[in-house]
């Protein structure tokens, strides 16, 4: 698995496919999209993606990088969550 860009990873994990930048910092097992090691989307089974908004107008400002991650992701999202319920919420694997 090649590094590539973060639109390529985002891209990769909507089709449900495992991915990662060229520097590792956003990664997609198939599932879940992570920033560093912290999970900002989930995919289900049913190929529905929600991601959690953890940007500062979101409610909980993570890093500069992971904001911009979460703005590559939200507009792509079918559901966006505000990280505490995403955080609270059982997401099958």
Do not use: Q
């Not at 449900?16 to 992570?34: T, Y």
């Not at 912290?38 to 993606?49: E, H």
């Not at 507009?75 to 969550?81: E, G, I, K, L, T």
């Amino acid at each position: 698995m090649s590094g590539k860009r973060n639109d390529e990873v985002v891209e990769s994990w909507l089709r449900g496919e495992k991915a990662r930048s060229h520097n590792g910092n956003l990664r997609s097992d198939g599932i879940n999209l992570f920033s560093y090691n912290l999970r900002i989307g989930y995919r289900a089974k049913s190929g529905t993606t929600v991601a959690a908004d953890y940007t500062s107008p979101g409610g909980s400002f993570h890093s500069v990088t992971t904001s911009c991650h979460v703005g590559k992701v939200r507009w792509r999202a079918d559901h966006v969550m505000h990280p505490t319920v995403f955080e609270n919420s059982v997401f099958p694997e």
